[in-house]
T-cell receptor, first 113, second 118 residues
Framework: DQQVKQNSPSLSVQEGRISILNCDYTNSMFDYFLWYKKYPAEGPTFLIS?????DKNEDGRFTVFLNKSAKHLSLHIVPSQPGDSAVYFC????????????FGKGTKLTVNP | DARVTQTPRHKVTEMGQEVTMRCQPI?????VFWYRQTMMQGLELLAYFRNRAPLDDSGMPKDRFSAEMPDATLATLKIQPSEPRDSAVYFC????????????????FGQGTRLTVV
């Protein structure tokens, strides 16, 4: 049973435009959410996180939005750059982030010049 | 520059052989995870430890996989006997998850061990 779902395996956008990656979760105990970015042949690297006490967190070009009632979060990248091309994983944890991280299957983002 | 170190980076082995993967977590991190990445399942959690004690290994095939932390600087994942379906990239990650209201320090991944079982 997939507790964290990323329903779009891939996304392609033009450089300079907005990239929106989506993630849904089913476990209502999750209260801490993270996005990771992964390049080929490397381990995932932490990108941005959000606690359930917030509905938005911003870090430079990256913004994560959380809709608790819909059990949905999204990552916005504005403006998108070719270097953003990677696989993006959504992850969730309970107990304020102190429990295990459960990952989605990832979305491959391609930003075209 | 603190990092999680995994060895070996690549491993090719024959079916039936024992495979041992090693991980050196970041100093001071009290939580260690083992994940497996496959095309079909994404990042699957195999096991995780807090303060060297196993907390959850429900994702691990018990008959052939085992995970241990002999000390705070070393985590191991063993497969015996290995099978072709075990071919995947295995990631170790470490972190220091704090409680509610704290800032969780999650989770720094190693570069992975690419395992091929032929």
């Amino acid at each position: 049973d997939q507790q964290v779902k990323q329903n779009s395996p891939s996304l392609s956008v033009q450089e300079g435009r907005i990239s929106i990656l989506n993630c849904d979760y089913t476990n209502s105990m999750f209260d801490y959410f993270l996005w990771y970015k992964k390049y080929p042949a490397e381990g995932p690297t932490f990108l941005i996180s959000i606690s359930s006490i917030k509905d938005k967190n911003e870090d430079g070009r990256f913004t994560v939005f959380l809709n608790k009632s819909a059990k949905h979060l999204s990552l916005h990248i504005v403006p998108s750059q070719p270097g953003d091309s990677a696989v993006y994983f959504c992850a969730a944890s309970a107990q304020g982030g102190s429990e295990k991280l459960v990952f989605g299957k990832g979305t491959k983002l391609t930003v075209n010049p | 520059d603190a990092r999680v170190t995994q060895t070996p980076r690549h491993k090719v082995t024959e079916m039936g052989q024992e495979v041992t993967m090693r991980c050196q977590p970041i100093l001071g991190h009290n939580t260690v995870f083992w994940y497996r990445q496959t095309m079909m399942q994404g990042l699957e959690l195999l096991a995780y430890f807090r303060n060297r004690a196993p907390l959850d290994d429900s994702g691990m095939p018990k008959d052939r996989f085992s995970a241990e932390m002999p000390d705070a600087t070393l985590a191991t994942l063993k497969i015996q006997p290995s099978e072709p379906r075990d071919s995947a990239v295995y990631f170790c990650a470490s972190g220091s998850g704090l409680g509610t209201g704290g800032t969780a320090v999650w989770a720094f991944f190693g570069q992975g061990t690419r395992l091929t079982v032929v």
